[in-house]
């Protein structure tokens, strides 16, 4: 069982440069979000999808972008790389829409922007 | 905003001891569901419980159980019979959030001593 992948685990950014965490998810949930992870801050939501072609912000979606065209895959863009970016990255799907029940996780990215 | 609230940003417990980690929240729903996740140093997000609010009874897992008072909106994780496997940070969640996402506390990082 797969469950929820997220690729890269690791990854190292300069200041401005962009990139795209992957999300995959082979439980046919048609929720999925994504939520950073910072010292003491526990995690925050960055943007979420109902569904194929459905997104939405969440708390902290700024700098970030997504898009859903499948069931399946939710990446998230980062268009121009800072150091407040730097955070620990979750991408997360439920069976159950909003309000949302159990969450299932991705092992998490590890992102430092330099 | 609905806030979620741990109290205890680090706490320790002896082997073989129980220790309670508190929640409180904030919320105008009548029903809706709460949860106790679990992140070892593997970053791993792992679901300890879940309470439906609706339900009197309080949930149990094997070791883990909680203490759920709807008037109060307190949601406390006790583990009984403490291991080294559970060191770990604790985080609570509702969907509080916008929509009825999930909303993180700032989590409980738990020692246990042998």
């Known amino acids: 069982n797969a469950g929820v992948t997220q690729t890269p685990k690791f990854q190292v950014l300069k200041t401005g440069q962009s990139m795209t965490l992957q999300c995959a998810q082979d439980m046919n949930h048609e929720y999925m979000s994504w939520y950073r992870q910072d010292p003491g801050m526990g995690l925050r939501l960055i943007h979420y999808s109902v569904g194929a072609g459905i997104t939405d912000q969440g708390e902290v979606p700024n700098g970030y972008n997504v898009s859903r065209s499948t069931t399946e895959d939710f990446p998230l863009r980062l268009l121009s790389a800072a150091p407040s970016q730097t955070s620990v990255y979750f991408c997360?799907?439920?069976?159950?829409?909003?309000?949302?029940?159990?969450?299932?996780f991705g092992e998490g990215s590890r992102l430092t922007v330099l | 905003a609905q806030t979620v609230t741990q109290s205890q940003p680090e706490m320790s417990v002896q082997e073989a001891e129980t220790v309670t980690l508190s929640c409180t929240y904030d919320t105008s729903e009548s029903d809706y569901y709460l949860f106790w996740y679990k992140q070892p140093p593997s970053r791993q997000m792992i679901l300890v419980i879940r309470q439906e609010a609706y339900k009197q009874q309080n949930a149990t897992e094997n070791r883990f159980s909680v203490n759920f008072q709807k008037a109060a909106k307190s949601f406390s994780l006790k583990i009984s019979d403490s291991q080294l496997g559970d060191a770990a940070m604790y985080f609570c969640?509702?969907?509080?959030?916008?929509?009825?996402?999930?909303?993180f506390g700032k989590g409980t990082k738990l020692s246990v001593k042998p």
């Open positions: 997360a799907s439920s069976r159950q829409g909003v309000p949302v029940g159990e969450l299932f």
């Open positions: 969640a509702y969907p509080g959030g916008s929509q009825g996402n999930l909303i």
